[in-house]
Antibody, heavy 123, light 110 residues
Framework: QVQLVESGGGVVQPGRSLRLSCAAS????????MHWVRQAPGKGLEWVAV????????YYADSVKGRFTISRDNSKNTLYLQMNSLRAEDTAVYYC????????????????WGQGTMVTVSS | QTVVTQEPSFTVSPGGTVTLTCGLS?????????PSWYQQTPGQAPRTLIY???TRSSGVPDRFSGSILGNKAALTITGAQADDESDYYC??????????FGGGAKLTVL
């Protein structure tokens, strides 16, 4: 079945970097856009970034633009989120989510979600 | 900056009907925003319920339905059950590769 498994979370000091991974299985990874969505403790969901199915298009929320980079390796069925210059307000559970539409990524919805990985930014 | 608005909480009786809405701080929601809805219980990942305004995701019971009501997107739960007690989030596609979540609505079935 379709599965997404995030990894790479942990505790990191402000200003440092962390890279999250999302391993995909059960579907043709290279045919779907992929997203990162986060949720701060006790708060709502916040969209973070999207990457097109071929990796040629990437967009970010204003809150992470210039600090975070989304990427993918279609040969490894893996999505990444490189997070630099981390701040306390980046503390959250980070979910990867599969886009809904085949070979589409704009105007898309989120389909399948991973279980999330916790990132804590603290000194 | 446009904010996506949701009423923070609702209470519905078992078997009852409830409608959650999703609006904009400025302007009206239309199908062009491709509204979608997600259910989340504490400690769990979100689950996709509705996309493109009114299309149910695979496996979602037909007592969940989506629509546009007036100037807002709406999620209606008909015949509410105890396990519908969750947080519900709407998302709007704002264009230019940008999605924005509403603040979420907590549904109590009581």
């Amino acid at each position: 079945q379709v599965q997404l498994v995030e990894s790479g979370g942990g505790v990191v000091q402000p200003g440092r970097s962390l890279r999250l991974s999302c391993a995909a299985s059960g579907f043709t990874f290279s045919s779907y856009g992929m997203h990162w969505v986060r949720q701060a403790p006790g708060k709502g969901l916040e969209w973070v970034a999207v990457i097109s199915y071929d990796g040629s298009n990437k967009y970010y929320a204003d809150s992470v633009k210039g600090r975070f980079t989304i990427s993918r390796d279609n040969s490894k069925n893996t999505l990444y989120l490189q997070m630099n210059s981390l701040r306390a307000e980046d503390t959250a559970v980070y979910y990867c989510a599969k886009g809904l539409r085949f070979l589409e990524w704009l105007r898309d919805a989120f389909d399948i979600w991973g279980q999330g990985t916790m990132v804590t930014v603290s000194s | 900056q446009t904010v996506v608005t949701q009423e923070p909480s609702f209470t519905v009786s078992p078997g009852g009907t409830v409608t959650l809405t999703c609006g904009l701080s400025s302007g009206s929601v239309s199908t062009s925003y491709y509204p979608s809805w997600y259910q989340q219980t504490p400690g769990q990942a979100p689950r996709t319920l509705i996309y493109s305004t009114n299309t149910r995701s695979s496996g979602v019971p037909d007592r969940f339905s989506g629509s546009i009501l007036g100037n807002k997107a709406a999620l209606t739960i008909t015949g509410a059950q105890a396990d519908d007690e969750s947080d519900y989030y709407c998302v709007l596609y704002m264009g230019s590769g940008n999605w924005v979540f509403g603040g979420g609505a907590k549904l109590t079935v009581l």
